[in-house]
């Protein structure tokens, strides 16, 4: 396919730098502040960058992809080419120097890529909205808990724990949003299987109480549907919501 170049002229560097995503930041955050307040570590952080570095070269990584699969080649093109190599460098050196010393910290990494593979192709497509690749980006955000986690040297089990627990907030919230929204349904069956899942991994003693019960709240509040929603008031709540469950949950670890 013959790519086309496009006159050039300034570009706003900014708005290919930084995504305009509430719900995004939240997916992000949330597995690094359950990880940071659970099993806090230097290492820890340094794969919290990554993940960070990672996140923004995503918006820039799209924006070129979709450029190229139009076959089209913008003064952005470029730019956002630039950005995202930049941001995969920080990532990569980030990771590097944590796994130096706890290499068993990729191992998380390892199974997330694929499904942050697919959220990659979805977007390049400008199909990221669906629900497919949501879902799938939450999962490979999931993993960075695990990940702190095993940077931290805590056992594998509780990784998997924390990275599960990362999930029963952030897949049932994705079909809370897609469903309020009129996209989609299953946001009720999500919340009781994640309060399930929970109840599981703290009889297991993998899990604090509160896990719980932030997971039977959050049940409770998947049976609530406005009116009237509109999105960037649902994003900010659903930041408000996400949040105040991880950092309780977090914080039920430390205090355990």
Known sequence: MSITA??????ALRPLALP????GWGFLFEPIVLAGIAAPSLAGMLVALAAVAAFLARHPLKLAAA??????RYPRTAACAAIAAAYALVA?????????AHVRLLLPLAIAAPFGIVQLAYDAKNRGRAALPELAGAIAMGG?????ALAASMPLALAGALWLLALC????????VRAILG??????????????VAALLWRASLAPLVAVIAAAVLLARSLYRP???VAKRVGVAELLWGGGATMATGLGYLLR
Do not use: F, K, Q, T
């Open 227 to 229: 009116a009237a929603p």
């Open 183 to 196: 996209r989609g349904r299953g946001a009720v069956i999500a919340h009781v299987i994640a309060v399930a």
């Open 169 to 176: 907030r952030s897949l049932p919230a994705i079909l809370y």
């Open 92 to 100: 990569s050196i980030a990771i590097a120097c944590a796994a130096y």
């Open 6 to 11: 496009v006159a050039d002229r300034r570009v």
């Open 20 to 23: 305009n995503e509430h719900g």
């Open 144 to 148: 960075v808990a695990a990940s702190m």
């Open 67 to 72: 450029d190229l699969v139009r076959g089209r």
